[in-house]
């Protein structure tokens, strides 16, 4: 029960082969490959999202003399 026999692991590499094989492998990682690629794509649409909205500065008050501001409130 210690180690395994090399007769194990042809049996194990046997029903390995049956059940994915050469094409079903290859297509199971082009499936994982295009996830990861679709994964990354929506996160870096999502990072855009995410930007705030430029802000628009409003512009600055301008000093009105003293004299001008007497005239007009009396």
Do not use: C, N, Y
């Not at 692991?9 to 046997?14: R, S």
């Amino acid at each position: 029960m210690g180690s395994m026999s090399i007769w194990h692991w042809l049996v194990v590499g046997i029903l390995v082969m049956l059940l994915f094989g050469k094409g079903r492998f290859s297509d199971m990682m082009g499936d994982v490959a295009k996830g990861i690629k679709s994964f990354k794509k929506g996160m870096s649409e999502d990072d855009e999202a995410k930007t705030p909205p430029q802000r628009i500065e409003a512009p600055q008050p301008t000093v009105v003399d003293a004299d001008k501001q007497t005239d007009k409130v009396s």
